[in-house]
């Protein structure tokens, strides 16, 4: 979903690091290659804090932004 207003997009940043701070946790289940999906989880992270960095209300309507997609390998 692309966001051009810029109080939906940190509001849906905000909830999709809510909703990945499960994984951070160090007794939650991930298979093998842990270290991987740690990485991986760890980015994802990253890119969500940085999202609003140099958006403003202005250029969000003219270059609307979306999240990125946490994708775990199997």
Known sequence: MEYSNITDLRAARDQALKDSDFYILEDVPLTEPREVKMALI???????????V????????????????????N
């Open 42 to 52: 760890k980015i994802y992270r990253q890119e969500l804090r940085n999202i609003t």
């Open 54 to 73: 140099g958006v403003t209300t202005t250029n969000i309507i003219s270059h609307p932004v979306e999240l990125p997609t946490l994708i775990l390998p």
